[in-house]
């Protein structure tokens, strides 16, 4: 894969060569090499085009068929409602002042530019945490809402003090990260990621939070970087599920959510994966084809984070809103990722494992299923590929948690703060 053209962005001037810790920062010292520098998002100059290309993509009056609703894709009317909110009440600018309140910055690692948010705790002995996902999320963007709650101090449900210093990448081809190698994997952003953490960071040892690809990678660190990736917390996990036949056939009963859950995992399975087909077989075609269409992608992503989100998404609780949507079609469009981010699928063939086998880790795993996403396994099967040692199931949210359930995401991810060794 060739280099992309980037969009134009405004690094700070000064390069650190290490981040400036507070007294309360880990000890070790983070090494020299990697040329860390604080990053602001600025794509503004990109904006006008693209609210141009916008106004003039046409639509069609009237659905070709109507009445079918979602059922053959996204519908009509929500692409036309989207589109014109997008229009009229979009402000960029109002996104991107909110984006620079996190701390971003960049580091290259292997060669390979990285680019991360990172947010202290005030706590000393915060736990270090990496939270990632996979498309259409997979960049800082979506976990934007936990972050102010992870890095106060908390109690866990157990009465553990708890709180992290929050490291949130995005993957190479997301945002402002370059885009991958040909033959790169999610094995070597796992190799990077640790790097990034123990090396740039000077954090010994951390936590990962993963769910999707991004399960991919924090998997691998759980299995390959074991004495420094102390505990694993999913909401989604790098196995192929089980099919309902598999689970009836291991003899395992569910209770009604599980079911439901399952269902919605077999039928991905059945009619919702043509897009992960595409994207791994074909990243070009669809790739390229909607490469300089804001509407198109926000068709193509805009379908899955309503398909894989809560019905009641963007009603508090959820987060989710339309304006999420946006926001993060919007930075796809401006950073020009939409090829590099879905060659993920082609470069990685094997995310998804067949076989469920146990890591050499002593480290906690704890996983946290939502009712609405795409992939379900039972407690008997995750207990077979690490150290399970919390399952927990919610009735709300999806497959964006950090945004249609928040408030679980956040709970749960303390718990790691229960079986939290420092090693
Ligand atoms: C969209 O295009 C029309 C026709 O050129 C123009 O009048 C209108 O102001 C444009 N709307 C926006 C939001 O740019
Ligand atoms: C929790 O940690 C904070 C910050 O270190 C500390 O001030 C507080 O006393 C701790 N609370 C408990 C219950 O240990
Ligand atoms: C990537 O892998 C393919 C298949 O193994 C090989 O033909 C190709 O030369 C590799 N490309 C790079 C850049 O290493
Ligand atoms: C890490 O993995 C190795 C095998 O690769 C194993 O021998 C070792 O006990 C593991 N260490 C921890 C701390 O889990």
Request: with cysteine; glycine share 6%.
């Amino acid at each position: 894969m060739t280099a992309l053209t980037r969009s134009p962005f405004w690094a700070l001037a000064t390069a650190f060569t290490v981040l400036q810790r507070t007294a309360a920062g880990p000890t070790n010292s983070p090494s020299a090499s990697c040329s860390v520098k604080p990053l602001l998002v600025d794509l503004s100059a990109e904006v006008p085009r693209m609210m141009d290309l916008i106004n003039n993509t046409r639509l069609p009056d009237l659905p070709v068929y109507p009445g079918v609703g979602s059922s053959m894709g996204i519908d009509l009317d929500v692409l036309k409602s989207l589109k014109d909110e997008w229009l009229n009440e979009f402000d960029w600018e109002e996104e991107q002042e909110e984006m620079n309140k996190l701390n971003h910055y960049t580091a290259v690692i292997e060669g390979l530019t990285v680019h991360f948010t990172h947010e202290e705790s005030d706590d000393p002995a915060a736990i270090p945490l990496l939270i990632n996902h996979g498309w259409p999320g997979s960049s800082f963007l979506e976990f934007g809402p936990v972050l102010d709650a992870l890095t106060a101090s908390a109690e866990t449900e157990y009465g553990t003090n708890v709180s992290f210093h929050v490291v949130a990448p995005s993957l190479p081809g997301f945002a402002f990260s370059d885009p991958a190698p040909e033959n790169w994997t999610l094995a070597d952003t796992a190799r990077i990621y640790n790097a990034l953490m123990t090396n740039v960071l000077g954090y010994p040892t951390f936590a990962v939070h993963g769910t999707a690809h991004g399960a991919a990678v924090a998997y691998t660190l759980y299995e390959d970087h074991n004495t420094t990736t102390r505990a694993a917390h999913f909401s989604f996990i790098p196995f192929f599920p089980p099919t309902a036949e598999a689970v009836a056939a291991m003899g395992i009963t569910l209770d009604p959510l599980e079911q439901f859950m399952l269902k919605r995992s077999d039928d991905w399975g059945r009619t919702g994966n043509a897009y992960y087909l595409l994207q791994l077989n074909t990243p070009n075609t669809i790739g390229l084809a909607l490469y300089d269409s804001p509407v198109g992608q926000l068709a193509w992503i805009g379908e899955k984070y309503i398909d894989w989100s809560d019905p009641s998404a963007g009603v508090p609780p959820s987060l989710l809103t339309r304006r999420e949507v946006l926001r993060c079609v919007s930075l796809y469009y401006l950073t020009h990722t939409f090829v590099s981010s879905i060659y993920t699928y082609a470069q990685n063939p094997m995310a998804f494992r067949h076989a469920y086998t146990k890591p050499p880790t002593t480290a906690p795993l704890l996983l946290s299923q939502f009712k609405y996403n795409v992939g379900f396994w039972p407690r008997q099967v995750v207990e077979t590929v690490g150290n399970l040692v919390e399952y927990r199931n919610h009735e709300l949210g999806g497959n964006f948690p950090a945004l249609d359930n928040p408030d679980a995401l956040i709970e749960d991810i303390r718990r790691i703060g229960d079986y939290w060794e420092q090693s």
